[in-house]
């Protein structure tokens, strides 16, 4: 039987690193990695993971902002002879550019959309062959954040992120419109909650909060997060009217 294969972006750091360690330390998985730079110290500091039986790293890099990376991504891990992915998670992305609608920076707003919106689907074009090849069972999943909401906009309406919940907005639209363009993938968002991460937490403090207080410990929500890619299915994600959260509960779009 051939490895799990898992592609996690942004595998380095934050979220993305606590994914990849929950699927690294269980056996029979292949962990490729993605990081803008792979010589990076919070790369390296990968390898010293624990390892299930069975199970590899293999880190590769992946830029977001890139026209190439993706591509370049896949080509590489296929001279190493993944051929196939069972799991996509397209983590990586920016946070920032916090104001009112009125007064958004356009040049930000275009770099967020560069990374967390156009960055995942050169990711998932790129991967899409490789998907493919795993056929019915294959995941394709993004993380994205409650601030994507247009429904209950009124939740985080008190918080000046409007900018950058668009820029999920429009992923949760791609991610959706890709589980119904294949019978054969199970394509979805999902929110990873408030987290204890290096963003999470510049976050919280530029809102004048203590992260302790109102976020989640990493590791936390990154079981959550693999619990929910454990249990999804294709006639369960169709039926949804929201993307999910890593504590099982939907968010309405």
């Known amino acids: ?15 993305g690193r606590g994914i990849a360690e929950i699927y690294l330390a269980r056996p029979n998985h292949t962990v490729i990695a993605g990081a803008r730079d792979p010589n990076h110290s919070s790369a390296q500091s990968l390898k010293t993971l624990p ?4 199970s590899k790293l293999i880190v590769v890099k992946l830029e ?35 104001g009112p609608v009125h007064e958004i920076d356009l040049a930000w707003i275009r770099e967020a959309f560069e990374v967390n919106t156009l960055g995942k689907l050169k990711l998932y074009q790129a991967a899409y062959p490789l998907l493919r090849a795993t056929g019915s069972g294959a995941k394709f999943v993004a993380i994205s954040t409650l601030a994507a909401t247009t429904t209950d906009v009124e939740k985080t309406a008190a918080f000046p992120i409007g900018a950058y919940g668009a820029t999920k907005a429009a992923l949760n639209h791609l991610v959706r419109k890709a589980h119904y363009d294949n019978e054969w993938l199970t394509s979805f968002a999902i ?3 408030m987290v204890q ?3 999470g937490n510049a976050g919280a403090r530029a809102f004048g909060m203590d992260p302790t207080e109102i976020a989640e410990p990493v590791d936390v929500s990154c079981r959550g997060v693999v619990k929910v890619i454990d249990e999804a299915s294709r006639d369960g994600i169709a039926g949804t009217h929201g993307f999910l959260s890593y504590d099982g509960t939907t968010i309405p779009w």
């Open 51 to 54: 390892v299930g039986e069975g």
């Open 197 to 199: 991460t290096d963003m």
């Open 1 to 15: 039987m051939s490895p799990t294969t898992v592609f996690i972006s942004g595998a380095n750091r934050g979220i």
């Open 64 to 98: 977001s902002a890139s026209d190439t990376d993706a591509a370049e991504a896949i080509k590489t891990i296929q001279a190493a002879g993944i051929d196939h992915l069972d799991i996509v998670i397209a983590n990586a992305g920016i946070a920032g550019g916090h």
């Open 191 to 193: 929110h990873p909650g």
